[in-house]
C-alpha cells in the first residue's frame, strides 16, 4: 500500500500541469490561437481546442487513473513533440530548461504507462 499511496501522489503531480494547461487553453482559444500561429502550426484554432483537450482530459484521466496506460503514452508523446516544436531555441537557456523538462515528464508518463496506476485508481477498481 505504501507504493500506490506513492504512484497516487505521482500521478496528481503529473497531472495538475495539463489540467491547468489545458483548462487555461481551453477557456482563451483566441489568445491560445495566436500563440499557436507564431509557431507556424496548421490551423492554430482548430489546433489551440485539440491540444486544451488532450491536455485537460488526458490529466484528468491520470489524475483519476482512468485508462491510465493509454493518457500516459498520448501525454509522453504530446510532451515531446511539444518540446521539439516549442523548445528548440537553446541558445536560449530558458528554452533549454523547458526542453528537458519536457523529456523529464514524457519519462515519468513511460514509468506510469509501464507499471500502471497503482491501487488508487479508477483502473484497480474496475479490475
Not at 500563440?35 to 482530459?57: K, R, W
Not at 506510469?112 to 479508477?122: E, I, K, M, N, T
Amino acid at each position: 500500500m505504501p507504493n500506490s499511496v506513492i504512484v497516487l501522489i505521482g500521478r496528481i503531480l503529473l497531472s495538475i500541469m495539463f489540467i491547468l494547461a489545458g483548462f487555461g487553453k481551453l477557456t482563451n482559444i483566441a489568445g491560445t490561437a495566436g500563440y499557436f500561429a507564431s509557431y507556424n502550426l496548421p490551423m492554430p484554432t482548430a489546433t489551440a481546442v485539440i491540444i486544451g483537450l488532450v491536455e485537460l482530459v488526458g490529466g484528468l484521466a491520470i489524475l483519476i487513473g482512468f485508462q491510465t496506460r493509454i493518457a500516459a503514452w498520448v501525454l509522453a508523446i504530446f510532451s515531446v513533440a511539444a518540446a521539439l516544436v516549442a523548445h528548440m531555441n537553446w541558445a536560449d537557456v530558458m528554452q533549454l530548461i523547458n526542453f528537458q523538462k519536457n523529456l523529464a515528464i514524457a519519462g515519468g508518463f513511460l514509468v506510469l504507462a509501464s507499471f500502471g496506476p497503482g491501487a488508487y485508481s479508477v483502473d484497480a477498481r474496475r479490475g
